[in-house]
């Protein structure tokens, strides 16, 4: 299934979790560890995820495409 984003800035997207998930799958799933998702979440290292919230995702790249003219660039 399709991931979809609720919002998306520079430094993280939201994430709503879904039914079963942990905090563990979460960062397997986006190749993070759990102290990077705990570091903008801090309310998760005291009350844990459930289903239903919402929560910061941290990006490590933020992928850009350039204008097409500077691809054909020699």
């Known amino acids: 299934a399709a991931q979809q984003f609720e919002s ?7 994430h709503k979790v879904e ?3 942990t905090l563990y799958s979460l960062a397997k799933e986006f190749n993070l560890q759990q102290k990077d998702i705990i570091a903008l979440n ?3 290292d005291e ?3 459930k289903e239903g919230q ?11 495409q350039k ?3 500077e691809v054909d660039k020699p």
Not at 8 to 14: H, P, Y
Not at 56 to 63: F, G, L, R, S
């Open 8 to 14: 998306i800035n520079g430094n993280f997207f939201v």
């Open 54 to 64: 919402e929560i910061k995702i941290p990006v490590k790249e933020i992928k850009q």
């Open 47 to 49: 009350i844990g995820i």
């Open 19 to 21: 039914k079963g998930r």
């Open 67 to 69: 204008p097409a003219e």
């Open 42 to 44: 801090p309310e998760i």
